[in-house]
Structures are given as structure tokens and as C-alpha cells.
């Protein structure tokens, strides 16, 4: 046999498979972008700006992850999404306006404001959004308005949290957002768990004790004056956020909050007041 004549056989159809493998390596990306550009038009429409055109890519200065960047001159603002194509932050490219004179809101009109960003908040999370949106917190100062909103499916947060600031007029000046991974959409379209709830909260308590132990100054120990526990979850993170206060006789108190994992009891983080 003329193994030459053999190889000069094989190579040529060695060499059509590999244009078929690249052409499908190469050519599949295109379709995925074509997705993205999909999930991205669609969100854009939710927020009510599909006049936002794309802008290239950023990254951010926090994390160093990488961003598509999408501009809306109509609107006056920038939009970051994943490269699933996913929100993940809105800023404002307007000049920032100066403190407002303008009287405080009352409670009425505080409440409108409420609703507002809260709808906002759904729609920064449509493209995911499996449960309903909660606010977490609010703060305001000088017409500048701070708010936090997490999601939450079947009594359990999903991860998935909004921050917001705005003017009281409802100008955004931006808002950032965490896509949830505590839970899973199958191909059957059917949510289930992904993180497991494996310390009950009495034993969270207890870690959360032993974790601040260390931490406390000679005299001052653990009260039960704030004492208490409730499941939170950014991200994939699944935890309880245990409150706890101590204090030395007579002294004003220091409270503790750890954040202790629900799958292994893990302490996450531990903030305290100063």
C-alpha cells in the first residue's frame, strides 16, 4: 500500500471536518450575540428607553468584569448588562442636579415615590424574575432618596437585589443590580432550590455568638437587648443575618450584625456599629 497516497486522501477530508468543527465554533457565538442583543432589546423596552444603542463595551472599577454598554441620549443614561445579556447597573449621564429646595415630601406623595421605584425595581429584574419584589430599606436626605429591594419566591429571597437612588421627583440618578442564584429554572420551566437550608436559625444564633466572642472589649458582653434573626440572600449566598448587641455595664451598646450561611453555618461577614 502507498501510505503516502493514503495521506494525501486523508488530509484533504481531515481537513473539510475541521472547516465543519471551526465553522461551528466560529459561527455559533453569532447566534448566542443574537440572543443577547434580544434579551437586551427586550429589557430595554420594559424600561421604557429601546432607544438605547450600543456603546461597546465597558468594565467596571470595582470588580474589573467585563460589561456591554448601552447609551440613550433621549434618556439621559448608560445601561451595563452581562455578557447573557443581563442588567446589571443604570446611571445617569445627566449633569447631577444641586440639592433641592424644594419641601420635603409628605407621606402621600413619599408613598407614590415608593411605589415608583418599586416598579422600577421589577423591571430592572424582569429578564429573571421568578417571585415578588420587597423593599428593603429607604433613606433620604436633601431630596436625594436611597432605596434597597430584594426579591423573594415562596417565602425564601432569591438573591436577586436592586439598589436605587433617586431624586423625590423620581429622577434616577442610578441603580445597581444582583441577578440571584439561589434558585433554578429548569428546561421544563418548572423553579426549584439550589442552596440548601441546613442550620436552623437557633444554631445560626449560636454560631453568631461564638463569631463576635473574639471581637468583644474587655468588660463587655453579649445582651439581649437586640437580639435577632432573619434569612437574607445576595447573589447565590443564602444566609441569616443575626442582630446582636453587646455592652459593657452602664455603656451604650454595640450591635453586631454576621451573616451566617444556611448550607454549612459559615460566617460570611460580620458589620458592626462604630
Same mark, same amino acid.
Given at each position: 500500500?502507498?501510505?503516502?497516497?493514503?495521506?494525501?486522501?486523508?488530509?484533504?477530508?481531515?481537513?473539510?471536518?475541521?472547516?465543519?468543527?471551526?465553522?461551528?465554533?466560529?459561527?455559533?457565538?453569532?447566534?448566542?450575540?443574537?440572543?443577547?442583543?434580544?434579551?437586551?432589546?427586550?429589557?430595554?423596552?420594559?424600561?421604557?428607553?429601546?432607544?438605547?444603542?450600543?456603546?461597546?463595551?465597558?468594565?467596571?472599577?470595582?470588580?474589573?468584569?467585563?460589561?456591554?454598554?448601552?447609551?440613550?441620549?433621549?434618556?439621559?443614561?448608560?445601561?451595563?448588562?452581562?455578557?447573557?445579556?443581563?442588567?446589571?447597573?443604570?446611571?445617569?449621564?445627566?449633569?447631577?442636579?444641586?440639592?433641592?429646595?424644594?419641601?420635603?415630601?409628605?407621606?402621600?406623595?413619599?408613598?407614590?415615590?415608593?411605589?415608583?421605584?418599586?416598579?422600577?425595581?421589577?423591571?430592572?429584574?424582569?429578564?429573571?424574575?421568578?417571585?415578588?419584589?420587597?423593599?428593603?430599606?429607604?433613606?433620604?436626605?436633601?431630596?436625594?432618596?436611597?432605596?434597597?429591594?430584594?426579591?423573594?419566591?415562596?417565602?425564601?429571597?432569591?438573591?436577586?437585589?436592586?439598589?436605587? %437612588?433617586? =431624586?423625590?421627583? +423620581?429622577?434616577?440618578?442610578? !441603580? @445597581?443590580?444582583?441577578?440571584? #442564584?439561589?434558585? *433554578? $429554572?429548569?428546561?421544563?420551566?418548572?423553579?426549584?432550590?439550589?442552596?440548601?437550608?441546613?442550620?436552623? %436559625?437557633? =444554631?445560626?444564633? +449560636?454560631?453568631?455568638?461564638? !463569631? @463576635?466572642?473574639?471581637?468583644? #472589649?474587655?468588660? *463587655? $458582653?453579649?445582651?439581649?437587648?437586640?437580639?435577632?434573626?432573619?434569612?437574607?440572600?445576595?447573589?447565590?449566598?443564602?444566609?441569616?443575618?443575626?442582630?446582636?448587641?453587646? !455592652?459593657?455595664?452602664?455603656?451604650?451598646?454595640?450591635?453586631?450584625?454576621?451573616?451566617?450561611?444556611?448550607?454549612?453555618?459559615?460566617?460570611?461577614?460580620?458589620?458592626?456599629?462604630?
Amino acid at each position: 500500500m502507498n501510505i503516502r497516497k493514503g495521506i494525501r486522501v486523508v488530509l484533504p477530508v481531515f481537513a473539510a471536518l475541521s472547516l465543519i468543527v471551526l465553522g461551528l465554533v466560529f459561527f455559533r457565538p453569532a447566534a448566542d450575540a443574537a440572543d443577547v442583543e434580544e434579551a437586551i432589546r427586550a429589557q430595554l423596552l420594559e424600561l421604557g428607553d429601546p432607544s438605547a444603542v450600543s456603546a461597546g463595551g465597558t468594565q467596571s472599577e470595582a470588580n474589573g468584569a467585563e460589561y456591554l454598554l448601552y447609551h440613550s441620549e433621549e434618556r439621559r443614561r448608560d445601561y451595563r448588562f452581562d455578557a447573557s445579556g443581563n442588567l446589571a447597573a443604570v446611571f445617569s449621564t445627566a449633569e447631577e442636579a444641586v440639592s433641592s429646595d424644594a419641601p420635603e415630601l409628605n407621606a402621600q406623595e413619599e408613598e407614590a415615590l415608593n411605589r415608583t421605584m418599586a416598579e422600577f425595581a421589577e423591571r430592572c429584574i424582569s429578564a429573571f424574575r421568578i417571585g415578588t419584589v420587597e423593599q428593603v430599606s429607604s433613606s433620604h436626605f436633601s431630596g436625594d432618596y436611597v432605596y434597597e429591594f430584594r426579591e423573594v419566591y415562596q417565602g425564601i429571597p432569591t438573591g436577586s437585589r436592586v439598589a436605587v %437612588e433617586c =431624586r423625590q421627583d +423620581g429622577t434616577i440618578y442610578y !441603580a @445597581i443590580v444582583t441577578k440571584g #442564584a439561589v434558585f *433554578e $429554572t429548569t428546561r421544563k420551566k418548572t423553579v426549584k432550590p439550589r442552596v440548601e437550608i441546613a442550620i436552623s %436559625e437557633e =444554631r445560626a444564633i +449560636g454560631l453568631a455568638e461564638r !463569631a @463576635i466572642r473574639d471581637r468583644l #472589649a474587655d468588660g *463587655e $458582653t453579649i445582651t439581649d437587648d437586640a437580639r435577632a434573626c432573619n434569612l437574607d440572600a445576595t447573589g447565590e449566598q443564602l444566609y441569616y443575618t443575626v442582630e446582636l448587641s453587646a !455592652a459593657k455595664p452602664g455603656t451604650d451598646p454595640t450591635i453586631y450584625w454576621v451573616k451566617v450561611s444556611t448550607a454549612d453555618g459559615s460566617i460570611l461577614d460580620v458589620t458592626a456599629t462604630q
